[in-house]
């Protein structure tokens, strides 16, 4: 016989715990998208609801427990018999390394010490799906740099010839958001050039044989890679892409290069104070180093289908550029600029964009991190961009003191000449450099441009920001960038 009673208990029990839990639930969402720097200054868009649930059991065990959810160890990534093979190939290539043997050991350790121990402190604001979606990258990136080195060593005649000799690199650094991606777009239009595309430094080995990479392995598996984002937050990728344009097969910074050092500039708004942060900006064996490492990285690139000059682009070397003369002291460099009342709401917006899926967590206290509140966010973009641009302008000052030859290898960019004028633009940086400005790579540029702005070009609507959104005032933003400005207000 069925006892009914214990049989409409148990039914009105588990229905009103659902009822319950859906009611808690629609709550919370409520609440995060109102308080949550993610909802209230980043894109807003929600990891689908098994991911939800995913965060809110980890963050209820991480609670419970004190423990830490998915440690990062460095053996987890490299194994310890890849640091002598990379050892021997990064001591051959380029110009004498400038710091000791052991202090070079180190440095090929030290970053992803550094990295796990930051991602490890439990002041690090990564939810319990941004450190899997974290670890499974840099399980990518790592191997990535592995193969990079067995290639190399498996073909040492590509590292016999530096890249930068006979006018072969081009440079593009500066703030971020002062237009260098519009220009590399450009720049990566010459047919006698070339530059790192997206999948290229995903998963950089087999290298490219030629242009037409679309049946390539690497590209096939990066859409794959980046389809699945999708699956777990949807839209995710069309939502970026409004703030920066991302494709397999598009020119990119090889700032994704240099996340296999690892040497994660981008990262530094979300770990500030941390030990990979120090290792980052206080160490000029690291800044060595992970030049180095790019040096290895473009000539893997080029070593099946060579050019004329190779044009990277990276925000972020404006941190070392003296580390990055040492390594490279024939190149080219392209300084953009650009208004910091603009460049700061704008940083601020697509660091929010590009690592929201790391750190959304609906059931976080919204003030429990210091970076994800807005006073945090706000200083946290100050302090990255203020530095940056302190460094830029003492590195330049120092090379115009002490080497008036080389200040002649700089080219300042002003912002508004290349949004208005960006084929006579072009032609200027080429006359400057001695590049040969050919009729097709006219051509190619007048298409391009032809086309319209960057919506029109990638068929994403931009993201609109302002300095209110981070209570900033423009006299706020003059007195922090006050030596910047003074030196370069005049390519505004």
């Not at 894109?43 to 065990?61: A, D, E, H, Q, V």
């Not at 010839?161 to 971020?176: A, E, H, K, Q, S």
């Not at 990566?188 to 595309?197: F, S, V, W």
Request: proline share 6%.
């Amino acid at each position: 016989m069925i006892d009914w009673t214990v049989w409409l208990i148990t039914l009105g029990t588990g229905s009103g715990a659902v009822v319950g839990f859906n009611w808690w639930w629609n709550k919370r969402m409520a609440f995060a998208k109102a308080h949550h720097i993610e909802h209230t200054h980043g894109p807003g868009i929600l990891l689908k609801w098994y991911m939800r649930l995913l965060n809110l059991i980890i963050t209820i065990y991480t609670r419970v427990t004190g423990k830490t959810f998915l440690p990062y160890y460095p053996a987890s990534f490299l194994p310890e018999s890849h640091y002598e093979e990379e050892f021997r190939v990064v001591s051959i290539l380029g110009p004498e390394f400038p710091h000791s043997e052991q202090e070079l050991r180190q440095a090929q350790r030290d970053g992803l010490k550094f990295l796990c121990e930051s991602i490890n402190d439990p002041k690090f604001s990564w939810s319990a799906f941004g450190r899997i979606a974290q670890f499974v990258t840099q399980r990518r990136e790592f191997t990535s740099r592995q193969k990079m080195v067995k290639y190399a060593s498996e073909n040492p005649e590509i590292l016999k010839v530096p890249i930068d000799r006979n006018n072969g690199l081009l440079i593009v650094t500066g703030l971020p958001r002062t237009g260098s991606t519009f220009l590399q777009a450009l720049l990566a239009l010459d047919p006698n050039a070339r530059t790192p595309r997206t999948w290229e430094m995903w998963r950089p080995v087999p290298p490219a044989e030629g242009l037409d990479c679309s049946k390539h392995p690497s590209v096939i598996q990066m859409y794959k890679d980046v389809a699945q984002v999708d699956t777990v937050c949807k839209n995710y990728m069309d939502t970026l892409r409004r703030v920066h344009f991302f494709d397999a097969e598009s020119p990119e910074e090889d700032t994704i290069f240099l996340y296999h050092a690892p040497w994660r500039w981008n990262m530094l708004t979300f770990l500030r104070g941390s030990k990979v942060a120090d290792w980052w900006l206080n160490s000029a064996v690291s800044q060595a180093f992970v030049c180095r490492y790019l040096h290895l990285c473009l000539k893997v690139m080029i070593s099946k289908f060579p050019c004329g000059h190779v044009i990277t682009k990276n925000p972020g070397h404006s941190y070392y550029l003296d580390a990055l003369l040492r390594e490279f002291p024939e190149a080219n460099i392209i300084v953009t600029h650009r208004n910091p009342v603009e460049v700061v709401p704008s940083w601020s917006k697509i660091c929010l964009y590009s690592w929201h899926l790391f750190f959304q967590n609906e059931w976080r206290d919204p003030n429990q991190y210091e970076d994800l509140t807005v006073p945090g966010h706000k200083q946290s973009i100050m302090d990255q961009l203020v530095e940056l641009a302190q460094r830029l302008v003492e590195s330049r000052k120092r090379i115009i003191a002490n080497d008036p030859e080389k200040a002649q290898k700089f080219f300042d960019l002003k912002y508004s000449d290349l949004t208005r004028q960006p084929i006579a633009t072009i032609q200027r940086i080429y006359e400057h450099f001695g590049y040969e400005f050919s009729e097709e790579y006219r051509q190619r540029l007048e298409e391009y441009v032809n086309v319209g702005d960057r919506a029109k070009r990638t068929k994403y609507p931009t993201v609109p920001y302002t300095l209110e959104e981070l209570n900033l005032t423009e006299d706020e933003i003059n007195e922090k960038f006050h030596d910047y400005i003074e030196s370069y207000s005049r390519y505004f």
